[in-house]
């Protein structure tokens, strides 16, 4: 048998009610360390509820950086996720999870407390 390979993907979007603040750039700053704690839960609370669930492991890094969306101070999420791969499984299917992730944050508007843009969200594995 073949082991399992551990495979990474990378989910985006922009959060409109966290104004940005250059903290969240400081990787050791308070601001950064608990909104990357608050945005880890709630992705992985949202990535273990679907498809991938049984083999997602986690989204360990994460980054903030001013959003780009066209009004308003607001704040873009880069996660880097990881799942195992089994071997005679088929690739990430990036556009199911990306529908997955719509329909769960309601048409890509909320996760928890954030408010997103709904044009924001991007999946790439």
Known sequence: TTAAAL??????????????HADLEKPHSAK??????????LLDRLLKDSSIGP?????EKTAFRYGPVREGD???VDAICTYKKEPPAAPLDRVGLYHEVSNKTRGITQL???SLDKDSLYVNG
Do not use: D, Q, S
């Open 112 to 114: 928890g407390p954030y």
């Open 7 to 20: 495979e990474r993907f990378t989910i985006n979007f922009t959060i409109t009610n966290l104004p940005y």
């Open 32 to 41: 950064f360390n608990m909104t990357k704690k608050v945005m880890t839960t």
């Open 55 to 59: 083999a997602f492991l986690g989204c």
């Open 74 to 76: 607001n704040t873009a």
